[in-house]
C-alpha cells in the first residue's frame, strides 16, 4: 500500500482524512482525544477495525488529558460512545477500562504508557489478523472470478489490508485473475470514493456500479461471489454491516451467488444473542438530502436514514476469519 490510515508518533494520532479521499491525501494530527472522537463522527476514520485501532489510541491521548482517575474513566465513556453499531470501538475500550480496573491505585499519567502499550498491540494484532483473514479467504477465490463488495472494508477500514479486500489483495498477489464490481454505496459513497481508489492503486480491476446495479449484475451472470465485512457478527452470526448489505444478501440468495463476511475476532460479539440486539446508527438527514453542501432533496422533506443494516446468517455462506472459515448454515 503506498498509503497508511492511521499511525501514532510522539503523542500525535495521525489519521488519513477519509471524507477528502479520493481527491486529497491528508493527514489530520491529533492531540486531543475530543478530536478524535470527532474524526470518528463524521468518518474522517471509519471502518468497524480502523476505528477500533483509532479509539485504542484516544485512550492514551485521554491519560495525557485527564486530572484524575475519575477524569479518565468518563473520557474513555465518551469515546466508547462515538458510534455505536462498530463492536470494535466497544471491544478497544473495554480493553482500556479493564486495565484502569486492575492497576487502581494507578494515576493517568502512570496509566499511559500501559494504554499506548494496549494500543500498539491492538494495532498490531490487526494487521495481522487482515492478512490471516486474506490468507483464509483466497481459498474460496477460483482463477477467473468476479466478486463483488459494498462499502469498503479495506486497508483504508483497518489497520492492514483490509477484510474482504484482504481476500482479494491475497488472491490477486497469488496470481489469480480477479475482476471486482465495487457498489457505489449510498448515501457516503464508501465503494466509489474508497474502495474503488484502493482497489485502482493495488492494479486490481475494478469496476464501480450503482448500488441499484448489484441486483441486475447478479441476474446475468456477472458475479461469482459477494465479499463483505462487518460491523458486529452477533453470536448467531448475524451481520450487521453498512446499509444495503441486506438487499445485497437477499439479491445473492436469490441467484444462487455466494455471501461471504470477513472479519477479524474483534468483530465478533458473543455477547449479543442476535442481530435484533444490535444498536443501529442513525446518521444526520443531511447525508441523504445533500452532496458536497448542495440539496438534492427538496427543503422540508421526512428523512430516513440508517447507516447499518442486519444480515441474518440464513443468508450468509461462510464468514471468513484470521482463525478460520466458519459456515452458519452446515
Ligand atoms: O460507516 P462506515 O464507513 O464506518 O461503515 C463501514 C462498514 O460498514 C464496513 O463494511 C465495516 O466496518 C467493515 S470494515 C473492515
Known sequence: MNFYTLDYKDDNLMLLDQTLLPGETKYLQLTDYVEVIEAIKRLSVRGAPAIGVAAAYASVLAANQAGNRQELLKMLGEIKDARPTAVNLAWAIRQAEALADTNPELSPAELKPKLLELAREIHEDDVRMCARIGQNGAELIKD????????????????????????????????????????????????????????????????????????????????????????????????????????????????????YVAIPVSTYDSDCPSGKEIEIEMRDSKEITEWGGIRTAPEGVKTYSPAFDVTPHKLVSAIITDQGIIRPNP
Request: with cysteine; aromatic share 6%; net charge neutral.
Open 144 to 259: 477467473g472470478m468476479t466478486i463483488m463488495t459494498h462499502c469498503n472494508a479495506g486497508a483504508l477500514a483497518t489497520a492492514g489490508i483490509g477484510t474482504a479486500l484482504a481476500v482479494i489483495y491475497t488472491a490477486h498477489k497469488q496470481g489469480k485473475r480477479i475482476k471486482v464490481y465495487a457498489d457505489e454505496t449510498r448515501p457516503l459513497l464508501q465503494g466509489a470514493r474508497l474502495t474503488a481508489w484502493e482497489l485502482a492503486q493495488e492494479g486490481v480491476d475494478v469496476t464501480l456500479n450503482t448500488d441499484s446495479m448489484a441486483a441486475y449484475l447478479m441476474q446475468q451472470g456477472e458475479i461469482d461471489c459477494v465479499i463483505t465485512g462487518a460491523d458486529r457478527v452477533a453470536k448467531n452470526y448475524d451481520v450487521a454491516n453498512k446499509i444495503g448489505t441486506y438487499g445485497l444478501a437477499v439479491s445473492a440468495s436469490y441467484h444462487n451467488v455466494p455471501f
